[in-house]
Nanobody, 118 residues
Framework: QVQLVESGGGLVQTGDSLRLSCAAS????????MGWYRQAPGKSREVVAS???????TNYADSVKGRFSISRDNANTVYLQMSSLKPEDTAVYYC????????????WGQGTQVTVSS
């Protein structure tokens, strides 16, 4: 089992920056990748950014490329640095972890609200 705890959400203005953190605990060695998803009111949950934990390879949604950056440290924490925030970035942001193997398991954090005012 893997537990994920997010932090760092809040209310900011257009153009501001914000950093989200996701601390993983439990079966850390089983994690292959971690990522950030978001869900705005009335919309489906969408992937924002992901990182392969061992190699550090990253991937981003087109809507955030050049503005968001995902990274991880050696203490099992993944970050999402968000810059040049826009009102359309407003959503609940969820941390996600995927385990290794063909029968991968997916874990989710509780979510953290990010609100960008215009």
């Amino acid at each position: 089992q893997v537990q994920l705890v997010e932090s760092g959400g809040g209310l900011v203005q257009t153009g501001d920056s914000l950093r989200l953190s996701c601390a993983a605990s439990g079966s850390i060695v089983s994690i292959m990748a971690m990522g950030w998803y978001r869900q705005a009111p009335g919309k489906s949950r969408e992937v924002v950014a992901s990182i392969i934990t061992r190699e550090g390879f990253t991937n981003y949604a087109d809507s955030v490329k050049g503005r968001f950056s995902i990274s991880r440290d050696n203490a099992n924490t993944v970050y999402l640095q968000m810059s040049s925030l826009k009102p359309e970035d407003t959503a609940v942001y969820y941390c996600n972890a995927r385990s290794w193997g063909p029968n991968a398991r997916y874990y989710w954090g509780q979510g953290t609200q990010v609100t960008v005012s215009s």
